[in-house]
């Protein structure tokens, strides 16, 4: 093995593990936080815990169920809401791509290109109408907020698929049309399997969309009863001081684990998704 | 009419799926149809007009023509974030496409553990904007602590702070980019090259940059929609603080677009009209941006 890598090769990796350690200090940073007491934090967020300054998983527990509203119920709302607008967007958008380029009409034609539009128009745009629209159409719950998801998040997923259908011959669905499936069946058991690489795609742009996004469910959700995290901690932010700095580092911990944990074991379809959206204006 | 066209191979395969699926118009189409009205297409035509409104809320709007346009211009502090957004874009696209290139660059080589490093400078990437404000602002503030002083304290703190924050988070996706364009340069041409005894760094100017110069569009064109747009990260890390006032108006100093038209929504209902007027010049400036980067890129696709 080492006859392959030059000596050069050898000084460029070590000058690379520095640059590594310094590229993942912020995230140790919030490691060793998370495991100390307030005052340590706020004396020297670099230094380890010592024997007086470690509390174990006290600040964990304590952040959990700190305040009127425990973080955990957040946890829950950000997991529900990631999900059900993922799966709703990936179910919607592949059944309206396949309807779009099989059926090839002005009006389908039409939706496409507004949906094309819909993917240069920065959210601020429609942050002020779309969550009044929102609020009066009673969309302000966590169970209906999938729905303004697939209503904003439509056009870039819909280009994604439209992209994919149309490279699909039309041989198989033909097939299945003779052999008498109606094109709810052609789609759920030909189309859909055919679909698989484009939905992994989709599904990773989405889950880290809508698990990470602030503004849309800050406006549209009623705050007095939900929260998704990043709500949560940009409230804990705004109160800063008079919350406890430890516990708050260590629901960020808690807050990112989840994704490092996903990015290492789906890494490949995440780089692959995620350069795929690269796409987006 | 309808015989001969069934004896037409190519109108029959078509029309054979096209048929029923149309059929099934309420099923396949219209759910989504429905939520893309609610949650894009009836917003958007809305607040085009309500730029032309004075409203507190859209069921009060009264036209008043232009005059959102023209307080909007006034204000100092759109003027200010269009400038710090504008300097901020050209400082960021500087600073990651060359330390992204570099590294991506140096991975590409051969080299121990290249896959362990590309896994951990993509990694900020997935971490959301409001996390990413939180976690630097402890680290700045620490920093700083040591020269008692705080993040918000100096614009400039805040500037720069903002800048390390999104190159961290964003070197990493634009690496890849950069790894994908790399891997793509012939092994012939790099073979040539070696055997004519160019330099390495002939080789590089001469023969790599060349050949990735469509991976360097995209990640030019990423980076400035991406800066134009940025939100999440400058209300997490300084929210437009600190501010000054300068003729009468309150002007936060860290605050880029997307955020100040934010922040004049929350000032009163006096300044509805003047955000979502500004909401629409910004819809302009970042759809006028992207559509450069979609014709840009589709350039240097068909001269491949």
Redesign the interface.
């Given at each position: 093995m080492k006859k392959h890598y030059s000596k050069g090769s050898n000084i460029l990796t070590a000058i690379f593990v520095v640059v590594g350690l310094l590229w993942v200090f912020p995230i140790i940073a919030v490691v060793i936080n998370s495991f100390k007491t307030n005052a340590a934090v706020n004396l020297n967020a670099f230094a380890l815990p010592t024997k007086e300054t470690f509390t174990g998983f006290n600040n964990f527990v304590k952040g959990m169920t700190f305040g009127n509203y425990p973080f955990w119920k957040s946890v829950g709302y950000s997991l529900f809401i990631t999900v059900a607008s993922t799966a709703l967007i990936l179910v919607g958008t592949s059944m309206s791509a396949w309807y779009i380029s099989r059926v090839n009409s002005t009006f389908s034609k039409l939706f496409y290109y507004l949906c094309l539009f819909s993917m240069v128009v920065p959210f601020q745009m429609v942050m002020f109408t779309l969550s009044s629209t929102a609020d009066s159409l009673k969309l302000n719950t966590p169970w209906t907020i999938p729905i303004v998801y697939l209503g904003f998040g439509a056009g870039l997923a819909i280009f994604m698929f439209v992209g994919f259908v149309k490279s699909i011959p039309l041989e198989i669905e033909e097939a299945a049309v003779i052999d008498g499936c109606n094109p709810i069946r052609t789609f759920f058991s030909v189309v859909l399997p055919m679909l698989k690489p484009t939905m992994i795609s989709v599904g990773v742009l989405e889950i880290m969309w809508v698990w990470n996004d602030y503004l849309l469910p800050y406006l549209v959700l009623d705050r007095t009863k939900y929260m998704t995290i990043p709500i949560h901690i940009q409230y804990l932010k705004g109160s800063y001081g008079s919350v406890d700095l430890g516990a708050t580092m260590a629901l960020i911990l808690l807050s990112i684990i989840p994704v490092i944990v996903f990015y290492l074991t789906c890494q490949k379809h995440i780089i692959k998704g995620v350069a795929a959206g690269a796409v987006k204006g | 009419m309808k015989e001969k066209k069934h004896h037409d191979p190519s109108i029959l395969?078509?029309e054979?799926?096209?048929r029923?699926?149309?059929?099934?118009?309420p099923?396949?189409?219209l759910?989504?149809?429905i939520?893309?009205?609610?949650?894009?297409?009836?917003?958007?035509a809305?607040?085009i007009y309500?730029s032309f409104c004075n409203f507190s809320?859209?069921r009060d709007a009264t036209w008043v023509g232009v005059s959102n346009y023209v307080k909007a211009f006034k204000d100092a502090g759109f003027i200010h974030a269009f400038k710090n957004t504008a300097l901020f874009a050209i400082v960021s696209i500087v600073l990651i496409n060359v330390l992204a290139f570099t590294i991506a660059y140096?991975l590409t080589?051969?080299?121990?553990?290249a896959n362990?490093?590309r896994?951990?400078?993509?990694?900020?990437?997935?971490?959301?904007?409001?996390?990413l404000?939180?976690?630097?602002?402890?680290?700045f503030?620490?920093i700083l602590k040591h020269y008692s002083t705080y993040l918000t304290a100096n614009a400039t703190y805040g500037f720069w702070g903002l800048v390390i924050l999104v190159a961290?988070q964003q070197i990493g996706?634009m690496m890849?980019?950069y790894i994908?364009g790399l891997q793509a340069v012939p092994e012939d041409m790099l073979e040539a090259a070696k055997i004519d005894g160019a330099s390495k760094s002939q080789t590089l100017f001469r023969v790599v940059i060349p050949n990735v110069m469509p991976s360097i569009t995209?990640c030019m064109f990423?980076t400035l929609?991406n800066s134009f747009?940025l939100?999440?990260q400058n209300?997490?890390l300084t929210g437009g603080a600190p501010s000054v006032i300068i003729n009468h108006a309150k002007v936060n100093m860290t605050e880029l677009l997307?955020l100040n038209?934010?922040s004049t929504?929350n000032i009163n209902k006096n300044w509805?009209g003047a955000?979502?007027a500004k909401?629409?010049v910004?819809?302009i400036l970042?759809?006028t941006?992207?559509?450069a980067?979609?014709t840009a890129t589709r350039k240097k696709e068909v001269q491949q």
């Open positions: - | 395969s078509s054979l799926i096209r029923p699926i149309r059929r099934w118009f099923v396949f189409l759910p989504t149809l939520c893309f009205c609610i949650g894009f297409l009836w917003p958007f809305q607040g309500l809320t859209p140096a080589q051969r080299m121990r553990g362990i490093f896994t951990i400078f993509f990694m900020p990437n997935l971490i959301g904007g409001v996390v404000g939180y976690i630097w602002s402890m680290i503030d620490a961290w996706y890849i980019i994908a995209i990423l929609t747009k939100f999440d209300l997490a997307a038209i934010y929504y509805h955000a979502q909401a629409v910004f819809f970042v759809a941006l992207a559509i980067q979609l």
